[in-house]
């Protein structure tokens, strides 16, 4: 709809400026193309709706890897771990989760988490820390049920973090 028209124009716009790194270009073109392929398709059955939430999440992605050029590399990481958390109640959700893809998941968070936890106040770290073990003991028994059941509420964590000062 419109959100996907504008979100291609300002793309569009950015591109003809001639400062996007190449792989970036790539990156974030093909992350559009998809997402306007899920958005051309009625979202009737889990599938396609899943299909559409993990290109929205593409885009993000290739939103702030764009950013890194101009954010500090602490706020991007945040947001990213947002993004990741996203991916994980995407991927555990589906009713043919992949352990795999939730392992996956858990490692990047964790990946993320070694980078940003240094500048969170210490009443979040402790929750995420918690919630991170939580969810790399499902990733780890390869319990995707235990994974769905813990995400959302890791979700919402992750979206009320703030970084100090």
Not at 1 to 26: I, K, N, Y
Not at 85 to 102: F, I, K, T, Y
């Amino acid at each position: 709809g419109q959100a996907l028209d504008a979100m291609t124009a300002a793309w569009e716009a950015h591109r003809a400026s001639g400062t996007v790194p190449p792989l970036l270009d790539v990156q974030m073109s093909q992350a559009l193309d998809a997402l306007r392929g899920n958005a051309l398709m009625p979202a009737v059955d889990d599938r396609n709706r899943e299909g559409a939430r993990n290109a929205a999440l593409d885009v993000e992605m290739a939103s702030l890897d764009l950013e890194l050029q101009y954010r500090p590399p602490t706020e991007v990481d945040v947001a990213r771990f947002n993004v990741w958390a996203n991916q994980l109640a995407v991927d555990s959700a589906s009713d043919e989760a992949d352990p795999g893809q939730v392992a996956g998941d858990v490692s990047s968070l964790e990946w993320i988490w070694d980078r940003i936890a240094h500048s969170l106040e210490r009443a979040d770290v402790d929750e995420i820390e918690g919630q991170l073990e939580e969810l790399r003991t499902a990733a780890d028994d390869e319990d995707t049920g235990a994974a769905a059941e813990a995400a959302p509420r890791f979700v919402e964590t992750v979206a009320g973090l703030q970084l100090t000062g």
